[in-house]
């Protein structure tokens, strides 16, 4: 029998999907050949052991429940432990961790670092390839390179004048284009006569989602 750490939740703006996500997850592993040790990380990045309801991953009131003890995993090698921090000194030990996690601070390496640092294995993709699928612009180079297709795209900073994002949009063949954070999720369709009131409009709506620079 396999004990898997389960995480949800997380830092970012995919937060609600995660919980969706874990919920069809724990929901559905085998309990005859797996053990989930379910784990929730709220949006401040609190880590909270939870063995509640599951119902209460899919109405978003899990962490309110009195089954969540604060909790971190050890990064000693091979350690495989998550410590309870309820005063107790109590580990959970768990053979392989399976992040359900969306977006930044999750599906993007960082977690996946954190646990191949501590040599657990991770279920799923790893460091490098979740770092690199997450970055629009870096992906599509390597595929590019690889010989396959992609999308044409331009990368902007927030710091660069518009009339360049504006040429760059007219230059583009289609009438419709889609405008995303490099490194999230969130996009929007946007024409190919774009205005400037129009882009500082949409940027904005997709600022929390990013970082340092937008793809057109």
């Known amino acids: 029998m396999k004990t898997i750490l389960v995480l949800f939740g997380g830092c970012s703006t995919e937060y609600e999907v995660s919980l969706h996500s874990a919920y069809a997850v724990l929901s559905h592993m085998d309990p ?66 399976f992040p359900v996690l969306h977006g930044k601070n999750g599906e993007d390496g960082t977690v996946q670092g954190l646990f191949e640092l501590a040599g657990v294995p991770v279920i799923g993709c790893g460091t490098l390839s979740s770092a690199l699928c997450m970055d629009k612009d870096r ?30 949009a007219e230059l583009v063949p289609l009438e419709n284009l889609c405008l995303s954070p490099q490194c999230g999720f969130a996009s929007c369709e946007i024409g190919n006569k774009l205005t400037e009131d129009e882009y500082n409009e949409l940027t904005a709506l997709l600022a929390e989602k990013t970082e340092k620079k937008e793809q057109v």
Do not use: K, M, N
């Open 32 to 97: 005859a050949r797996y053990t989930p040790l379910a784990v929730g990380i709220t949006r401040e990045g609190q880590w909270l052991c939870y063995t509640g309801d599951l119902s209460r991953l899919e109405d978003g009131t899990w962490q309110q429940a009195a089954d969540c003890i604060p909790c971190t995993p050890l990064v000693e090698r091979e350690a495989h432990a998550l410590l309870l921090l309820d005063g107790s000194g109590r580990r959970l030990l768990f053979d392989a961790v």
């Open 139 to 168: 992906a599509h180079q390597l595929a590019a390179l690889a010989g396959i297709r992609v999308p044409r795209s331009h990368v902007f900073h927030s710091s660069d004048d518009f009339s360049r994002i504006a040429q760059a």
